[in-house]
């Protein structure tokens, strides 16, 4: 299958071993540029734009070029330039009485939308599986309290399946994305010629119905000239998003797998992991690796269409190429898998994450919140105290559950001091360690959003709802397709069997 070459640029990107799917859809350009031939001899036949009497011949002679073209080795054209002397050679030059009111503009713009379709349903429907995958680890882990990094430090605690949650509403607005494009692109610009239309009175209505679409691209210049260049650069953005919400995740599993006593690992064996040639010891994350590699990919495709359309004048074909599109497309996909099979592979071990909680003050925040809503203490003053509480901890190499109640309470009298405040530390010494237990703290959120079991069981029931119909979705547009198709065969099939 041929490769993308955009430019320099992308040569890093080639290299990486990206290619379209083993066994590309049979619904490519020779496909498509049928079932338009059979939709314009279906409608112009019946609607006085082509004699009927010559109907039977001009059909078989398209019959003719696709049953051929379906058999082993056969020719599969995807211009109509090269399409056509196939038509002639089996029809006769009159089969392209066929051609009034087209143009390969119209033509190879609507087949390129028909394949961007298909392509972007491909991509609906992996990035559910993976979704899903996500969701249901997600409910499996809602008690697993684990830290959370900002500006890459360990800033709170969190439950493993909220973090999982936040990931999967990253994905869920990438799913939105595929929906909105999809309305977009899901039009036909066929009986739009090379850009102002014709005179000649097609229906572009039943056309686009022919061919599965939901509406025509209104306007004629707009149709091959600036929609069709639009679609592409629109999906790369996709694409983009989706990669970079991957790389987000795998550097944040890397960022731990990195430790000598991590609560992440991947399970050894069957290629997420391998055994360093030089270091015995090492067992390298293989799939984390390689999946981060082929999101940079799916970046570096995507920008291909964007690049390519800039700086041309309207509907130059630099950035309409079918197979470069699929393949960024592809990259997203296979982006994802690899995705699906990281969120497979992973071993938390809760008990490890508690005790990295333990050994650090992520819970610290938790002090000046607890001072401030229950005991009315300005937030500033009581962040002051635990700021101070965690550098007398970090200077004495005291844990969070070790801290001695007595300096708290020397510490507090000092923040507060100049206040208006009592000097006394209002807290119980078991409401102060309570407070820094990070178990309690994410059970105790009360922010619609948070961790605390009743807004995840509400979040992962939405979370699978948004999946089913996204799936549900995917399902309706691909019947939609086949359907329309299947009933063009058989409008085709009356005309050539006469």
């Known amino acids: 299958m041929k490769k993308i070459l955009y430019a320099l640029t992308f040569a890093a990107a080639m290299n990486s071993g990206v290619v379209l799917a083993a066994e590309k859809t049979q619904r490519d350009e020779f496909f498509w540029l049928g079932m338009i031939n059979k939709a314009t001899i279906v409608i112009n036949s019946e609607e006085g734009l082509l004699d009927k009497a010559l109907t039977p011949k001009i059909a078989?002679?398209?019959e003719k070029v696709l049953v051929d073209g379906n058999a082993a080795g056969g020719k599969r054209p995807s211009t109509v330039i090269s399409f056509e002397p196939l038509l002639i050679d089996a029809a006769g030059p009159e089969v392209t009485l066929i051609h009034a009111g087209r143009s390969s503009q119209d033509m190879h713009a609507t087949f390129r939308a028909a394949i961007l379709r298909d392509d972007l349903l491909r991509l609906a429907r992996q990035l559910d599986k993976t979704t899903s995958v996500m969701v249901d680890l997600a409910e499996r882990h809602v008690d697993t309290i684990v830290p959370n990094y900002t500006n890459g430090v360990a800033a709170q605690p969190n439950s493993f399946g909220h973090y999982l949650l936040g990931h999967a509403a990253g994905l869920e607005r990438d799913a939105q994305r595929i929906r909105e494009t999809?309305?977009?692109?899901?039009?036909?610009?066929?009986?739009?010629?090379v850009l102002n239309g014709t005179s000649w009175p097609l229906n572009r209505a039943r056309m686009a119905d022919y061919l599965g679409f939901s509406g025509i691209v209104d306007n004629a210049y707009d149709a091959s000239q600036i929609s069709s260049v639009d679609e592409?650069?629109?999906?790369?953005?996709?694409v983009t998003s989706i990669a970079l919400h991957t790389g987000q995740f795998i550097e944040d599993i890397m960022t731990q797998y990195a430790q000598p006593r991590p609560w992440i690992l991947l399970q050894e064996g069957g290629n997420n992991t391998y055994v360093s040639s030089a270091m015995p010891q090492k067992r390298n994350p293989g799939i984390l690796n390689s999946t981060r590699q082929d999101a940079s990919t799916a970046v570096t495709l995507a920008?291909?269409?964007?690049?390519?359309?800039?700086?041309?004048?309207?509907g130059m074909s630099d950035p309409k190429d079918v197979d470069a599109n699929t393949e960024v497309v592809e990259s997203a996909i296979k982006a994802l898998k690899g995705w699906e099979k990281i969120l497979g592979s992973l071993v938390i071990d809760p008990d490890r994450s508690l005790e990295e909680l333990n050994s650090d003050w992520t819970a610290s925040q938790e002090l000046a919140d607890v001072l401030m809503r229950k005991y009315k203490l300005p937030f500033r003053v009581g962040h002051h105290f635990a700021s101070e509480v965690v550098d007398f901890a970090k200077s004495k190499n005291i844990k969070p559950l070790d801290f001695p109640y007595a300096e708290a309470k020397k510490i507090y009298s000092e923040a507060v001091k100049g206040t208006d405040f009592a000097t006394e530390l209002p807290m119980s010494e078991e409401e102060f360690r309570s407070t820094l237990d990070p178990v309690a703290i994410v059970r105790n959120r009360a922010t619609v959003g948070g961790p605390q079991p009743k807004e995840m069981a509400r979040m992962i029931k939405a979370a699978?709802?948004?999946?089913?119909?996204?799936?549900?979705?995917?399902?309706?547009?691909?019947?939609?397709?086949?359907?329309?198709l299947e009933r063009l065969d058989n409008d085709f099939n009356k005309l050539s069997a006469k």
Do not use: C, F
């Open 60 to 62: 078989a002679g398209l």
């Open 182 to 193: 999809y309305a977009r692109i899901d039009r036909s610009p066929m009986g739009t010629t």
């Open 232 to 238: 592409p650069v629109e999906v790369g953005a996709i």
């Open 303 to 314: 920008l291909g269409p964007v690049i390519q359309a800039h700086n041309i004048t309207p």
């Open 464 to 484: 699978k709802d948004k999946i089913a119909n996204q799936d549900a979705w995917v399902n309706d547009k691909q019947q939609v397709i086949s359907t329309a």
